[in-house]
């Protein structure tokens, strides 16, 4: 009768298979603050992705979209965090207090050492303020336009003119709604719940928008120009005119 051996050995040079670690889900990434691009221009956004920077211009002035934060609560002065939609840093501001002529100078860094836009009123006080924009990033300052608040339309309804170097007029930002605009303005809790958007037009095309997301202590204020797929808008006026308008909102009225 035969009799049980027990287990074969293994033959020599032989190492077992390692057991593979147990399967673990990848965490989430966080979620994205900028809202998803609506599907007609979809394609040209993820276009825009691998789009070769124009030479010469700053990597954070070539952006489509992008979002502005500010602190709401702050004592003197306002700063102003602008990202791109990894949330990575493009351009910071900090806008100083008690100034009766603007002159902003946005900058590529927190320590303030790269500038790259100035945006400089022409007057002290003016109802119908012009802001000149200038390019410093190379050392100098190259003026690449301005933008120009419609005085007392604007007490209704939010209208700026888009000029080019030679001041001739090119383009329009305009608030959302001549209704909803007088609400926001009488209504101060309106702004929670009927954010300001505005539309921007060059020669008569729209060109993109720019939508605020308010909440009581941060400013979000999201840019999306993916529809101006041959960029006809310079990114660097988008940029001045976002951070201008997140600058001086409220206290225009």
């Given at each position: 009768?035969?009799?049980?051996?027990?287990?074969?050995?293994?033959?020599?040079?032989?190492?077992?298979?390692?057991?593979?670690?147990?399967?673990?889900?990848?965490?989430?990434?966080?979620?994205?603050?900028?809202?998803?691009?609506?599907?007609?221009?979809?394609?040209s956004f993820a276009g825009s992705e691998s789009?070769?920077?124009k030479p010469g211009l700053h990597p954070s002035l070539q952006h489509d979209r992008f979002?502005?934060?500010?602190?709401?609560?702050?004592?003197?002065?306002?700063?102003?965090?602008?990202?791109?939609?990894?949330?990575?840093?493009?351009?910071?501001?900090?806008?100083?207090?008690?100034?009766?002529?603007?002159?902003?100078?946005?900058?590529?860094?927190?320590?303030r050492q790269e500038p790259l836009l100035r945006i400089r009123a022409r007057r002290i006080i003016d109802i119908a303020a012009t802001y000149d924009i200038h390019d410093v990033s190379g050392g100098g300052e190259v003026h690449i336009g301005a933008l120009k608040r419609k005085g007392l339309k604007s007490f209704v309804r939010d209208e700026w003119l888009i000029f080019d170097t030679q001041d001739r007029e090119i383009g329009l930002?305009?608030?959302?709604?001549?209704?909803?605009?007088?609400?926001?303005?009488?209504?101060?809790?309106a702004a929670l719940v009927l954010p300001q958007s505005y539309n921007f037009t060059l020669h008569g095309?729209?060109?993109g928008f720019m939508k605020q997301n308010f909440n009581?202590?941060?400013?979000?204020?999201?840019?999306?120009?993916?529809?101006?797929?041959?960029q006809k808008f310079d990114r660097r006026l988008a940029a001045a005119a976002a951070t201008l308008l997140c600058c001086i909102e409220g206290k225009q009225r």
């Open positions: 009768m035969a009799m049980n051996q027990g287990p074969t050995a293994p033959p020599p040079g032989w190492t077992p298979t390692p057991t593979p670690p147990p399967f673990q889900q990848p965490p989430a990434s966080p979620p994205s603050e900028f809202p998803p691009t609506p599907s007609p221009q979809q394609d789009r070769p920077l979002l502005i934060r500010r602190k709401i609560l702050t004592f003197i002065g306002r700063k102003m965090h602008t990202y791109d939609e990894m949330m990575n840093l493009l351009l910071f501001t900090h806008m100083k207090g008690f100034k009766l002529k603007e002159d902003i100078t946005v900058y590529a860094d927190i320590e930002i305009q608030e959302d709604s001549s209704d909803l605009a007088l609400v926001r303005r009488f209504i101060s809790a095309r729209p060109v009581p202590f941060v400013m979000k204020l999201t840019a999306d120009f993916t529809e101006d797929i041959e």
